[in-house]
Nanobody, 115 residues
Framework: QVQLVESGGGLVQAGGSLRLPCAAS????????MGWYRQAPGKQRELVAA???????NYADTVKGRFTISRDSTKNTVSLQMNSGKTENTTVYYC?????????WGQGTQVTVSS
């Protein structure tokens, strides 16, 4: 079992920056994919950014060039740096770790970008 603890959510003005760290513990194993998803009310959860243990990165088209994902595999942490925030980025963000074909989720953290 994998436990994920998120932090860093909050309020930021449009154009500002926010960093979302996530720490994993438990049976994380050496080969995995960690990342961030978001889910607006009434909509499906969608990928924001993910990074494999082999350092391959994947971004949603809407965040390319503004958000950056990074991870420290020695500490089992993944972080999402959000720059140039937009009001449409307001929603709940979830940390994800995919281990042995199984998705594990954090509790979610609210991000609010004000105009």
């Amino acid at each position: 079992q994998v436990q994920l603890v998120e932090s860093g959510g909050g309020l930021v003005q449009a154009g500002g920056s926010l960093r979302l760290p996530c720490a994993a513990s438990g049976n994380i194993f050496s080969r995995n994919v960690m990342g961030w998803y978001r889910q607006a009310p009434g909509k499906q959860r969608e990928l924001v950014a993910a990074m494999s243990s082999g350092s391959n990165k994947n971004y949603a088209d809407t965040v390319k060039g503004r958000f950056t994902i990074s991870r420290d595999s020695t500490k089992n942490t993944v972080s999402l740096q959000m720059n140039s925030g937009k009001t449409e980025n307001t929603t709940v963000y979830y940390c994800n770790a995919r281990v042995l074909f199984r998705n594990n989720w954090g509790q979610g953290t609210q991000v609010t970008v004000s105009s």
